[in-house]
């Protein structure tokens, strides 16, 4: 099966914005409005932060966001915080299965 | 506000069986989704596949473990578990119990099992 392709890395300083990319196929998040986003901490489970491409669970800081155009959906996290410092997975509903990224880590500069 | 545990053995002999139980609280197993995630040490996440309970259970397996996996909810424990049979050591990777949407979220995680296959 075939991750989501994200940037390994991102990084950015205090205040400024990243944005990562997470590009499928028309199988998987082209063909579907159910792209969601995961921060994970090291030695830490998943957390989600966005679902349904742009919708932000109870509890996420409105920084986090999220988009898709095509084959391709992205996170964006505006006024960056050092505990922004983490990686960050995209998951997509694929039909008869669910198929994840391949994470990106980001930095805090 | 529900949380899950995952419990089983730490390390299994290669082609052997591979079993977790999820001691699910805080919520009914009925009517959610609940899913099995492992993801490799340093590695990415995959989805196992999930289980959808209202009386009766339902399943959805990833395609490329289905012919190995199985996943079964036992109700008077609230749990449900996995079974992931001929494992290698590329089957060596934390595991997850997750509430899940059906096509969506995941949320909550139970914080993870490690599982090492090796003899």
């Known amino acids: 099966q075939s991750a989501l392709t994200q940037p390994p890395s991102a990084s950015g300083s205090p205040g400024q914005s990243v944005t990562i990319s997470c590009t499928g196929t028309s199988s998987d998040v082209g063909g579907y409005d159910y792209v969601s986003w995961y921060q994970q901490y090291p030695g830490k489970a998943p957390k989600l932060i966005l679902y349904e491409v742009t919708k932000r669970p109870s509890g996420v800081p409105d920084r986090f966001s999220g988009s898709k155009s095509g084959n391709t959906a992205s996170l964006i996290v505006s006024g960056l915080q050092t505990e922004d410092e983490a990686v960050y997975y995209c998951?997509?509903?694929?039909?008869?299965?669910?198929?994840f990224g391949t994470g990106t880590k980001v930095t805090v500069l | 506000q529900v949380q899950l545990q995952e419990s089983g053995p730490g390390l299994v002999r290669p082609s052997e069986t591979l079993s977790l139980n999820c001691t699910v609280s805080g919520a009914s197993l009925s009517g959610h989704y609940w899913s099995w995630i492992r993801q490799v040490p340093g590695k990415g996440l995959e989805w196992i596949g999930h289980m959808y309970y209202s009386g009766n259970a339902n399943y959805r397996y990833n395609p490329y473990l289905e012919r190995r996996v199985t996943i079964s909810v036992d109700t008077s424990k609230n749990q449900f578990s996995l079974k992931l049979t001929s494992v290698t050591a590329a089957d060596t990777a934390v595991y997850y119990c997750v509430l899940g949407s059906g096509r969506d979220w995941f949320d909550p995680w139970g914080q993870g099992t490690l599982v090492t296959v090796s003899s």
């Open positions: 998951c997509s509903y694929a039909g008869n299965n669910r198929v």
